[in-house]
């Protein structure tokens, strides 16, 4: 296929600002569109010297559709493909992971660009940069990627990428020591790291000193246990030129934030057998879907690592664009778990009118676990209702509507007790919270911030052990357990509980044939179309259904994008 518009041929693919393909139905055409869009100039300007963000380590398949090796699913790290380096990049924009159709679907803002933390984590790391060599078609080779991909991420091995360090610039131990600390508050590509010496009771703070556009520093040991510790002699950063072409295995590990959901599933799985379907097998990519709001990646998201272009990424590509909206409305999601109060922001910006009125809080007083607890009641759900009519056809789609606390940090969803300063004060100066709500007994009471005074103190309880812990406050019987119940969080069971609730109801329910909960209404064509036909796919024969209108579901969602807007 061509992409119509403007672009420069040094990038892969061309950047364009059209991307329609009008013969092929939006799950196709987003694909397309996504993967060669060049709107937003920060991240893809037309001087590649002027890129804010790498380049960095790219792979490549040789052929369209990779069998992966079998792999051990308690390893956080495994050999997933042969495949080979491709040239140095920054990752193209990405579509829904997932099947388009699973009824169940994650929203964040957008990808998380590992490749610029300092350590052991970011150094290795590779991104997917498709060509179509070897007579593949790198278009299918992307829709394979996204279509697949569950909660892993590609990386080279530390050892081997250590291999190809430029001599230009290398920082080379001269004494014995370890990493202590390290710095990177913005974008710039010169940064410090801290090491302190063997010997010396100061650390040396040393300049790492990048250039746009040029290959980025990369630091090969942690800040931290166990990994800091360096010889002399050692590499302890330096600028990696992976040369191109070269086999090699490429590692998937695991991510933090898409294996949040994995316990959340694994209870909706286990509730479901527990009716007798004793072979359901949920998984992620499978049952759930991920998309974010925006599509291309940066390391964080504040105007300090947008070059103060927030505002003009999110209008080209939430509004403008609107590659989430657009997707959103062809997949269809049955349910759709927000991830953090900044995602719902931006999703309420654009779906706020169609979200049921009056359940919601304008300025939740404990952030997202304000806006969690109010869109997770089991016998009080929230909804995004859509009811639309375009030239005589009607769009009508019902959405449960989960907000949560963001994925990326694991102590987010523990077991706890959440409670204002004042609440927390008031309670702690109970003799019974004092003889109860202790170590011994289980609890955890965490600091308050010295900065912020006024946040929410939190309580926390470990996971193993919670329901105990709880159950034995109620046993003692001084009201306490009571008191404390109205601000208990259990994240991932209430997670859950909304979907037990949906299959119990029948709004959730399972495709004996596969395994899996039944797709969501409409066709969808994006694993068999012109372009690309995966292998034993559409196993839920969506592809067989009858396709809306052309342009339909575009012109559903640019009603949306025009009419959702809260005043």
């Known amino acids: 296929a061509t992409i119509a518009g403007s672009g420069t041929k040094q990038y892969n693919p061309p950047r ?11 799950e196709v055409q987003l694909a397309f ?21 790498g380049p960095y380590t790219s792979f490549d398949f040789d052929v369209n559709a990779p069998y992966p090796a079998e792999r051990d699913m308690s390893v956080k790290t495994a050999p997933w493909v042969q495949g080979r380096t491709g040239p140095p990049a920054f990752p193209n924009g990405e579509i829904v992971d997932g099947c388009r159709k699973a009824p169940i679907m994650t929203l964040g803002i957008n990808p998380n660009l590992t490749a610029f933390s300092p350590g052991q984590n970011g150094a290795p790391w590779a991104y997917p940069n498709f060509s179509s060599d070897h007579e593949t078609n790198a278009w299918a080779k992307y829709a394979w990627y996204y279509r697949y991909r569950s909660v892993y991420q590609e990386k080279l091995g530390l050892d081997f990428v250590k291999k190809y360090v430029l001599p230009e610039g290398q920082i080379v131990a001269q004494r014995k020591g370890a990493v202590v600390g390290t710095s990177r508050p913005d974008d710039n590509p010169t940064w410090n790291i801290h090491v302190l010496y063997e010997g010396d009771s100061d650390a040396t703070e040393i300049t790492l000193p990048g250039r746009m556009g040029d290959f980025p ?93 927030l505002k003009t990424v999110v209008d080209n590509c939430v509004r403008k664009n609107a590659w989430a909206v657009k997707q959103i409305v062809q997949s269809r999601p049955s349910v759709l778990y927000v991830v953090s109060e900044s995602s719902w922001r931006m999703f309420n910006s654009i779906f706020g009118n169609f979200v049921d009125p009056g359940k919601i809080s304008d300025r939740p007083v404990d ?32 959405i449960r509507l989960v907000i949560t606390p963001h994925f990326s940090f694991s102590k987010n969803f523990m077991p706890q007790y959440r409670m204002s300063a004042k609440t927390f004060s008031a309670l702690s100066s109970n003799p019974d919270f004092q003889a109860n709500i202790t170590a011994d007994n289980g609890f955890e009471i965490l600091p308050a911030d010295p900065k912020h005074s006024y ?38 069971r209430q997670m859950a509980e909304v979907m037990i609730s949906m299959y119990d109801l029948g709004d959730l329910t399972l495709d004996q044939t596969n395994n899996n909960l039944t797709r969501t209404e409409g066709a969808c064509s994006f694993c068999v179309n012109r372009h690309w036909q995966f292998k034993n796919e559409c196993r839920y024969q969506k592809n067989l259904e009858k396709a809306p209108p052309p342009d339909f579901l575009e012109k559903v969602a640019q009603y949306i994008i025009d009419h959702g807007q809260p005043s």
């Open 455 to 492: 946040y929410y103190r939190e309580i926390q309880l470990n996971p193993a052990t919670a329901d105990q812990v709880r159950e034995n406050l109620r046993s003692r019987d001084t009201g306490l357990y009571t008191e404390l119940e109205q601000y208990y969080f259990d994240p991932h």
């Open 217 to 309: 520093y990369m630091l090969f040991y942690d800040s931290y246990e166990p990994n800091n510790a360096f010889e002399v002699g050692d590499i302890i950063a330096g600028k990696v030129a992976m040369p191109e072409g070269m086999a090699v295995p490429i590692l998937q590990e695991e991510q933090g934030y898409y294996m949040q959901f994995v316990p959340t599933l694994k209870q909706l799985e286990g509730h479901i057998r527990s009716k007798g379907a004793t072979d359901t097998n949920l998984a992620i990519g499978e049952d759930v879907s991920q998309i974010d709001m925006v599509a291309c990646a940066s390391p964080h998201w504040n105007e300090g690592f947008l070059d103060g272009e």
């Open 33 to 53: 569109q996504v993967r060669s869009c060049g709107t937003c100039s920060f991240f893809w300007p037309e001087d590649k010297q002027k890129t804010e963000y």
């Open 16 to 26: 364009g600002t059209d991307g329609r393909l009008p013969s092929d139905p939006l």
């Open 367 to 398: 952030n997202a676990y304000t806006l969690f607890r109010e869109t997770s009641k089991v016998d009080d759900p929230v909804y995004v209702r859509i009811q639309i009519e375009i030239e005589g056809v009607k769009y009508e789609h019902k």
